[in-house]
């Protein structure tokens, strides 16, 4: 008897199905368009408030262009 409720769960633990990793289907990438801002309107900026502001710009345009690259790679290689 004992060696029943010793061998039972060893003989269940190998019964689980194989799950399989689909990956998720990513949608059209629209690179959204952004408000021009007109020189004028920057006038009243300081010259360091003004370099903070295009720094941030570029930064985020990079960051966005890095990540639509990888969406493509991982579109391309299914």
Known sequence: MRTLLIAAPLLLTG???TSVYEKPK???ILVPSLP???AQELQCLS????KKLVERELRL???SEE???ILKE???ND
Do not use: R, S
Not at 47 to 50: C, G, K, N, R
């Open 15 to 17: 019964c689980c199905a």
């Open 26 to 28: 990513v949608p059209a």
């Open 36 to 38: 021009i801002i007109q």
């Open 47 to 50: 010259d360091d408030t003004y």
């Open 61 to 63: 345009k990079e960051y």
């Open 67 to 69: 990540c639509i690259v």
């Open 74 to 76: 991982v579109t391309v």
